[in-house]
C-alpha cells in the first residue's frame, strides 16, 4: 500500500516536530464496528498509551465530543448516517476549531480529498490504507502536518467553490441539537417523526426549525435541504417532506 505524504510540515525546531506528548485522547466515529477496530488498533500501534472513544453515528459524535471536549485527534468517516457528504465536517470546523480532524472514506479520488482540506480537514485517509500507513499519517497530523493519499501531490490541494464554503460557515452556526435536526429534516422527516426520533417536543422541533432558517439564511424547509446538496457528495440523497404538512 502507498504511504500518505505530508503537505505541510512545522519548522524543524518546533516542539510538535521535535517529540510527542505521551498519550492522546482519541475519537474515532465510523458506522461499521470492524473498521472502528482496524482503526484503533493501527492508531494504537503507533501512538502508545493512548485512549479511545467512539461512535458510530452524529448523535454518538456529539456525546463523544461532549464528554472529551479536550481530545486530541477525531477519525471521521466521511459517509457517517445522519450527515450527508462534508456537512459534518464543515459544522465540526465551527464548533471545534482546534480539534485537527482526518477524514476516511473508501471514496478516495483527488477531488473528494481536496474537498475534505477545503472544508477543514488536516488530513484524509482512504480505507484501503494499511495499519501502518494510517499510523504514520495520525502521528503526521498530531504534529500539525496536512496529510493526503500518496500519488496526489498539488491535485490535493484545497478546493471547494465560494458558494459552497458560504455554506459551511453558515451550517457551522448550528448548535450540536440543531444540526441533528437538520440531518433529519435532509432524511425527509416530518416535524414529529423528528420529535419521535429524538425524543423531544414538537414544539420544540419547531424552534429549532426557526432558528435553523435563520441561521442558513432560509426562508423554508426546502431551501434549506438545496443549501445542504452543495455539501452533499450526492445530492440525490437530500429529502425533503412538502411545505405546510406540519
Known amino acids: ?11 524543524a525546531d518546533s ?5 510527542l506528548q505521551i498519550s492522546y485522547q482519541v475519537l474515532i466515529v465510523d458506522d461499521h464496528p470492524l473498521y472502528r477496530a482496524a482503526l484503533r488498533g493501527a492508531v494504537a500501534a503507533a ?22 471536549p479536550r481530545a486530541d485527534l477525531l477519525l471521521l468517516d466521511l459517509n457517517l448516517p445522519g450527515a450527508y457528504g462534508f456537512s459534518a465536517l ?27 482540506l477545503a472544508f477543514g480537514a488536516q ?21 500539525g502536518e496536512i496529510v493526503v493519499p500518496a500519488g496526489m501531490g498539488s491535485e490535493a490541494e484545497p478546493v471547494a467553490d465560494a458558494g459552497a464554503l458560504d455554506v459551511a460557515q453558515r451550517l ?25 426520533d429524538l425524543q423531544i417536543m414538537e414544539a420544540t422541533v419547531k424552534a429549532h426549525m426557526t432558528a435553523i ?3 442558513l439564511g432560509a426562508s423554508n424547509r426546502t431551501q434549506a435541504a438545496l443549501l445542504a446538496a452543495r455539501l452533499a457528495r450526492d445530492p440525490s440523497e437530500i429529502r425533503v417532506p412538502p411545505e405546510g404538512i406540519d
Open 90 to 116: 464543515a459544522h465540526l470546523r465551527g464548533s471545534h476549531p482546534e480539534l485537527p480532524i482526518i477524514v476516511v472514506s473508501a471514496t478516495d479520488d483527488a477531488h473528494t480529498v481536496r474537498q475534505a
Open 213 to 215: 432558517l435563520r441561521k
Open 1 to 11: 500500500m502507498s504511504q500518505g505524504i505530508h503537505l505541510s510540515q512545522p519548522p
Open 172 to 196: 457551522a452556526q448550528l448548535t450540536p441539537q440543531q444540526f441533528r435536526v437538520f440531518g433529519l429534516l435532509c432524511s425527509g422527516r416530518l416535524n414529529k417523526q423528528i420529535a419521535y
Open 47 to 68: 501512538c502508545t498509551d493512548s485512549e479511545f472513544h467512539e461512535a458510530d453515528s452524529i448523535a454518538g459524535l456529539f456525546d463523544v465530543l461532549e464528554q472529551h
Open 123 to 143: 488530513g484524509f485517509v482512504s480505507k484501503a490504507a494499511d495499519a501502518a500507513t494510517i499510523g504514520d499519517n495520525v502521528q503526521a497530523v498530531l504534529r
Open 15 to 19: 516542539p510538535a516536530a521535535s517529540s
